[in-house]
């Protein structure tokens, strides 16, 4: 699965956040990272956006909506033509990653911003319906500034599997997931190979435990 | 708990802080993370499971 990265950030150079972002994603060689950057070649973007299985638009939030520059990039790239009529879009996954410098618990009903994330974005959701995409639950990164080492290191590690996990999630996914990493790491550290083998062991358990249960309630139902 | 997740949480901690890297730092605290969530698993379907074993409404 490839995954296109477009990133939407007129201050980018001085965004700490993006510079993690970047960072936390360019181990893996199916991620490609694209920065906006004004005036926009329509032909050579929209060929980028054919490569992509999933797309991640990301931006900071300004005035409960994306910055310009992704509506000028909108506008000129995903015509009506391509985006709608030739079907360019149809079955690849739309995902949204949005910092905000307010707390997670201000966008609720009766909260300070008074709407949900989910609400303030809600045109990102209609165009994914439009084209044809699937709508990925959004990724929204607030306060970064003020996370803690332990909460960065799992933002660092969430980011990723946004980026790369396969969708809709289960949790044998998510542990194919973190021994394909572990199986890279083992390549030049044993220890990392007792954990991977130790790991697997345990998913294969969880899956028999898993068929044991289906079964037994199974046979519950037909009694 | 099985005794494996314990001695995996122990590696995972000790390698951890051997660990000079910071995006393998961080990855090892997300794998704690989903080790956790894998014995917390663990314990609740081998609990519906003897539940269910052992319902004497159906002996």
């Known amino acids: ?223 | 708990m099985d005794n494996n997740y314990e001695w995996m949480q122990q590696q995972i901690a000790q390698l951890q802080e051997n660990e000079p890297a910071y995006e393998k730092r961080a990855f090892l605290t997300a794998f704690a993370d989903v080790v956790a969530e894998q014995a917390k698993r663990q314990t609740q379907m081998q609990g519906e499971i003897d539940g269910r074993a052992w319902d004497h409404t159906r002996w």
Not at chain 1, 9 to 20: I, K, L
């Open chain 1, 1 to 223: 699965m490839q995954t296109l990265v477009v990133v939407a950030h007129p201050e980018r150079v001085q965004s700490g956040t993006q510079e993690f972002l970047q960072a936390s994603a360019a181990p893996f060689k199916t991620v490609q990272w694209h920065e906006l950057e004004a005036p926009f070649e329509k032909e050579a973007e929209q060929r980028q956006l054919l490569t992509a299985d999933r797309l991640i638009l990301q931006f900071p939030l300004y005035w409960y909506s994306a910055p310009a520059m992704l509506y000028q990039w909108l506008d000129d790239v995903w015509t009506e033509k391509f985006a709608v009529r030739a079907g360019n879009l149809n079955g690849k996954q739309l995902g949204i990653v949005v910092t905000t410098g307010v707390a997670d618990q201000a966008y609720h009903a009766g909260e300070r911003e008074g709407f949900t994330l989910d609400e303030i974005l809600r045109p990102f959701q209609a165009l994914a319906h439009k084209t044809g995409m699937t709508y990925l639950p959004l990724f929204p990164i607030t306060q970064f500034g003020y996370q803690t080492d332990a909460q960065k290191q799992r933002l660092l590690v969430a980011y990723q599997r946004y980026l790369t996990e396969p969708y809709p999630r289960h949790f044998a996914d998510t542990e194919k997931w973190f021994a394909e990493q572990l199986a890279q790491l083992a390549a030049d550290h044993p220890d990392y190979q007792l954990l991977l083998d130790q790991f697997t062991k345990n998913a294969d358990e969880l899956e028999q435990l898993n068929d044991t249960l289906q079964m037994m309630r199974q046979n519950e139902e037909n009694d």
